[in-house]
């Protein structure tokens, strides 16, 4: 790397270092003067990552990771290299013959600051890379910080000296109560705020187009979406006033008298199915949000074919805010499409949540908490003075809980957001005796949630015990309107099969995109509303969120927070009520258990449950539910050791932070990514059009990518493997797309290659 090459007349390795001009990024075809100043990217980056860190009070531990992020570009030979190589990549030092510039600010603020400039070293060490483990082995932070680097002091020449930095409240706290999740979490937290501000600040000079199509938030967003919420609610009130309705209207007034009233803290929303928590707890959000400073509102939703459902909603009761400023206000941001290679677009188009509201699945969510890449990483400091609605907070893995609600914990209590956990089956992830990892008794937005529930019940369970398939199909036949939700792909598609073609029988799986199943959900909503003829056989995606209102419902044997979400498209807005009955919930056990093996802890728990209870839907019964799936369960709150990879050694000055954050990030997996493949469906003529536009394309912008977003069905990674080329297009790097629609799928039940094999998929 000594070496020069004909570019040396650019820079001599003969010019004193403090002669020459230090760039932090070049361009292609234009000469060295207009190219990117490394002190204007340091003083940019500083400065944006301040802005950041000072929402949890620590701006000065953003703007020195910032400031000290590329130290290393001060080098002879970074900037030999850089007037070598001109493509967009050249700064990414994780490709193959980069220079490494990111060594020496991580070596420079161990050294500078006294034990602590060692959590900044682990920032900035990372903002190509990800974030290390503390030792391994390989490359490992230990290593970083004892690499011999190319020599860049003079650079501090340039830049503003350090002067004496402590540690906030909350981390000297942590570090005197040996916290060391805490100290970890910090870090995370840190280095969002760094690479954010990288992404932000190199996209500003080398994409200025794209940077000048980033929002521009008016102050007042929050308070517009709220007037705009309360004018859709008021068109939404129906001619009567039923029961439903009057108990809808006293949990939205519950919900807007606990936003003034209180502090930021954890919230519980305990509200049966049916019972308008979704735009209940969105009104919350906004007002306490208002009332209160927080920056946006964060819906965190278990199952991504539910967050169309919810995002429209939003939508449409936000429309006159989006229609006003020319800016939609609801960020959907599922994981189907993220960008995992790195390079300059992916780096520029990797999403950072600056929305008033974004909806995102409860796996994009943890994995994000846990995660070591920078692309995923951008959004966490987004989290700080957010209010971040859990909804169904219970469908968390036992197996993932530990590490799952310290990370709850910390984002409450030191980082100023406020949680809501809104679920119609409370309580779950409380603390208690027996259950030291819950999370502190959070403020009851309900104030006697028994109540409410005696109030809306509306439906009454029943077990049937086994049922075949056959007999399945019988019973469905015989009611004119029925929804039958069953835990499989493969046992929804044998089911609607089985039950031949006939008018108003429908399908709904993940196995179809979800502008597909937007479409379909319509139609049944048409022919429930006309009174028709309506039979439907759904996986669990028909759950949660879907407004929907059958008079019957079989539901195939699963846990009890899922019979509740199932009970919850039953006689939904009490229509039964006039003929003096109530909804029939039907729970069986269907012939297809071995392949539904993925549900059975909670299916094993909720069948001990129904046998003891009248109702199995009351509070009482959920919290015995509880208590068999999470509570006794201690073995399994931390099953992948996530807790263990967090560890201070106080008597070691050199490292006294050893944090395996990238061996976490690979252990943690709410849902083995590495078994699945996105693929796109260009189906219909809209599918179809999005499709060739990203074809044209030379790499997929931000924009196309959440398009695409509604045409995308996740495939077992073998089975892609036996049609990728072939069936399944690549094209471009982690994209591809159908190109046989009119083969491998229905308009009935979507995505159908090699019929997916048994028990492949859920939901």
């Known amino acids: 790397m000594h070496g020069t090459d004909g570019d040396s007349d650019i820079l001599s390795i003969h010019q ?18 207009e190219w990117h100043r490394l002190e204007d990217h340091l003083r940019g980056t500083a400065e944006l990552a301040k802005r950041f860190a000072d929402e949890f009070g620590c701006g000065e531990w953003g703007y020195l990771a910032g400031l000290w ?66 030792r391994d082995i390989g490359t490992c932070q230990e290593d970083r910080l004892k690499k ?42 840190i280095f969002s705020c760094l690479v954010d501000s990288d992404f932000l600040d190199t996209e500003a000079f080398m994409n200025p187009q794209q940077a000048a199509l980033r929002p521009r938030w008016p102050e007042n967003v929050l308070a517009e979406m709220e007037k705009s919420l309360n004018s859709f609610i008021e068109e939404l009130k129906p001619a009567g006033t039923s029961q439903v309705n009057r108990q809808r209207a006293l949990v939205r007034k519950a919900c807007l008298k606990a936003a003034d009233e209180q502090e930021p803290d954890f919230f519980s929303l305990t509200v049966p199915t049916g019972g308008g928590k979704t735009l209940a707890s969105l009104a919350f959000a906004l007002r306490h949000a208002i009332r209160r400073g927080l920056k946006r509102i964060i819906y965190v939703i278990p199952l991504t074919s539910i967050i169309e459902q919810n995002a429209e909603v939003f939508r449409d009761a936000l429309k006159s805010v989006s229609d006003s400023i020319g ?39 943890y994995d994000s908490l846990f995660a070591n890449k920078t692309s995923r990483c951008r959004k966490l400091h987004r989290l700080a003075r957010s209010v971040i609605i859990l909804d169904e907070a219970q469908t968390l893995p036992v197996d993932y809980l530990q590490p799952c609600l310290s990370a709850l914990r910390e984002l409450a209590a030191n980082y100023e957001a406020s949680i809501v956990i809104c679920t119609a089956t409370q309580p779950a992830i409380e603390k208690r005796e027996g259950f030291d990892i819950g999370l502190q008794k959070p403020f009851e937005i309900i104030p006697k949630p028994a109540d409410l529930y005696d109030e809306l019940q509306r439906v009454r369970v029943e077990d049937i015990g086994s049922k075949n398939d056959e007999e399945i199909c019988n019973l469905l036949s015989v009611n004119p309107q029925v929804l039958c939700i069953v835990n499989t792909k493969p046992h929804a598609r044998k089911l609607f099969e089985a039950l031949g073609l006939q008018d108003g029988l429908f399908h709904l799986s993940g196995n179809m995109c979800p502008a597909h199943r937007s479409e379909t959900l319509k139609k049944i909503r048409a022919r429930l509303d006309e009174g028709r003829v309506c039979r439907v056989v759904s996986t669990q995606v028909i759950e949660a969120g879907v407004d929907i209102d059958f008079p019957v419902v079989y539901r195939s044997l699963a846990g009890l927070d899922s019979i509740a979400q199932a009970a919850g498209r039953c006689n939904r807005n009490d229509k039964l009520k006039e003929k003096g009955g109530k909804g029939r919930v039907f729970i069986f056990r269907s012939e297809h258990t071995k392949a539904e093996r993925f549900f059975a802890d909670t299916a094993q728990c909720a069948g001990q449950i129904l046998p003891l209870y009248d109702d199995p839907l009351d509070l009482k019964a959920v919290e015995h539910y509880f208590k068999l799936y999470y509570w006794d369960q201690k073995d399994r709150w931390d099953e992948k050791k996530i807790m263990d990879n967090f560890r201070l050694h106080s008597n070691d000055r050199e490292f006294p932070f050893n944090f395996g954050f990238k061996h976490v990030a690979e252990t943690f997996q709410l849902i083995d990514d590495a078994g699945w493949q996105p693929i796109i469906i260009p189906w219909r003529e809209n599918g179809w059009r999005l499709c060739e536009r990203l074809r044209g394309m030379p790499e997929p912008t931000l924009e196309i990518r959440r398009k695409l977003q509604r045409y995308v069905v996740q495939i077992p990674r073998w089975i892609w493997e036996r049609h990728a080329g072939r069936d399944i297009q690549l094209v471009h790097d982690g994209i591809w797309v159908l190109t046989s629609p009119e083969i491998h799928y229905s308009e009935d039940t979507g995505l159908n290659l090699d019929a997916l094999g048994p028990g492949a998929m859920f939901g």
């Open 148 to 189: 011999e680097v190319y020599p860049w002091q003079h650079g501090l020449a340039f830049l503003p000296s350090f002067t004496h930095i402590g540690p906030p409240l909350f981390l000297r706290n942590a570090l005197s109560q040996k916290d060391e999740f805490a100290v970890a979490f910090f870090v995370r937290v």
């Open 69 to 134: 992020h590329d130290l290393g570009k001060y080098s002879r030979e970074f900037q030999e290299y850089l007037a070598r190589q001109h493509d967009r990549d050249a700064n990414i030092e994780t490709l193959s013959g980069r220079v490494d510039h990111s060594s020496a600010g991580a070596q420079n603020a161990a050294d500078t600051i006294a034990i602590l400039g060692h959590l900044l070293a682990y920032a900035i060490a990372g903002h190509h890379a990800g974030l290390l483990n503390g």
């Open 327 to 365: 800016l939609d206000v609801v960020l959907e941001h599922h994981s189907n499409l993220d960008p995992e290679k790195e390079n300059a677009i992916n780096r520029l188009a990797a999403e950072n949540w600056d929305a008033p509201l974004i909806v995102t699945t409860t796996v994009q969510f």
């Open 16 to 33: 004193s270092p403090l002669a020459m001009d230090f760039y932090a990024h070049s361009l292609e075809g234009r000469p060295p003067e």
